[in-house]
């Protein structure tokens, strides 16, 4: 990491923005209602599965994917009392533990059949 990294608040300016978006399109668009538990990342994984099955193209996905991705970070800095970092336009969330964590790359992976973010929550937070 640069000495011009940024920690909460400026760095978590986006993506709590991406991860309110995310809430709001789920609620609306799936009328499904994300809490930001980690109970509610295993809802977060279905839909994305269901979406890979149904052929949705990488590039449509992409915003979405990037705000589930926040949601699942700020699950993660709620549960373990981590914050957000950034780094060249990069974000991650650090635990307490002092572990870097990349929930938006885990949900680029979960797209592709690969990744879990409740997985990876359950990881951050044990």
Known sequence: MSET???????????QRWA?????????????????????????DRVIDD?????TPYAAMAS???GLGAYAGEVIVRETGGEWWTSGGDH?????????WDPL?????CFAGE???????????G
């Not at 990294?5 to 993506?15: C, S």
């Not at 979406?51 to 052929?55: L, N």
């Not at 990744?115 to 937070?125: F, T």
């Open 5 to 15: 990294q940024e920690t909460r608040p400026t760095a978590a300016a986006r993506p």
């Open 20 to 44: 309110a978006d995310a809430v709001a399109t789920m609620r609306e668009g799936a009328r499904l209602y994300l809490d930001y538990s980690a109970q509610s990342l295993w809802r977060v």
């Open 51 to 55: 979406i890979r099955r149904e052929g």
């Open 64 to 66: 979405a994917l990037r």
């Open 92 to 100: 991650w969330v650090r635990t307490p533990d002092g572990r870097l």
């Open 105 to 109: 790359d885990e949900a680029r992976r």
């Open 115 to 125: 990744g879990s973010l409740r997985l990876l929550c359950r990881d951050a937070v």
